[in-house]
Each structure stands twice: as structure tokens, then as C-alpha cells.
Nanobody
Framework: QVQLVESGGGLVQPGGSLRLSCAAS????????MGWYRQGPGKQRELVAA???????NYADSVKGRFTISRDNAKNMVYLQMNSLKPEDTAVYYC???????????????WGQGTQVTVSS
């Protein structure tokens, strides 16, 4: 079994910062691309940022220059540093990863349960 568990969400004032973490655990052979998505109230889920196993990154235009995605391959973790937060960043943030399982060597896409980020004064 493979799990993604997020942490680090919460309530923050506009202009503030938060750091999200996501840990992949279970029968993992290799973690390939990892990313963060978000779903705001009444909106569709959207890609926020993604990172390959080699460290190449991709960001949504709305977060470029404010958010930074990083990963620790040894710990199977991905992070999202969010600075200069705006009310429109309010959403449930989901971790996502392509993971090859140990025994089957089959790669599947996995989602975390989500963590709420609220930006409000």
C-alpha cells in the first residue's frame, strides 16, 4: 500500500507564508514526478506546482515568484513554500505523485487527502 500524507496547512494573513509538506510511504520502489494541486471554493482542481525526480519544476502563472516547490528524494517528501499569500490562494491543497511500487514495479498516480489553506485577515 502507498500513502501520501500532507501537513502544514492553516490560517494565515494576507502577505504571510506557509510551508506544506507531503510524505510518501509504503511499498515504494521509486517516486517519479511529484506535485501540488489546489481546489478553491466553487472551483476546479488546478495544478499549482510540479517537480520531476531530477528537480525540474513547473509552476502555475498565478504562483510564479511566490511559491517554491522542492523535494527530498531520500525521504520521499515534497514541499511547497508559499510566500506573499493572497486571499485567492485559499483552497484545499493536495499532494500528487507518480510512484512505482516495490514488488509489482507498476507506476500509479496517487493523491493525498488534502490540507486546508485559508488566507484571510
Amino acid at each position: 500500500q502507498v500513502q501520501l500524507v500532507e501537513s502544514g496547512g492553516g490560517l494565515v494573513q494576507p502577505g504571510g507564508s506557509l510551508r506544506l509538506s507531503c510524505a510518501a510511504s509504503g511499498s515504494i520502489f521509486k517516486v517519479n514526478a511529484m506535485g501540488w494541486y489546489r481546489q478553491g471554493p466553487g472551483k476546479q482542481r488546478e495544478l499549482v506546482a510540479a517537480i520531476t525526480s531530477g528537480g525540474n519544476t513547473n509552476y502555475a502563472d498565478s504562483v510564479k515568484g511566490r511559491f517554491t516547490i522542492s523535494r527530498d528524494n531520500a525521504k520521499n517528501m515534497v514541499y511547497l513554500q508559499m510566500n506573499s499569500l493572497k486571499p485567492e490562494d485559499t483552497a484545499v491543497y493536495y499532494c500528487n505523485a507518480d510512484i512505482m511500487r516495490s514488488y509489482t514495479r507498476i507506476t500509479n498516480n496517487y493523491w493525498g487527502q488534502g490540507t486546508q489553506v485559508t488566507v484571510s485577515s
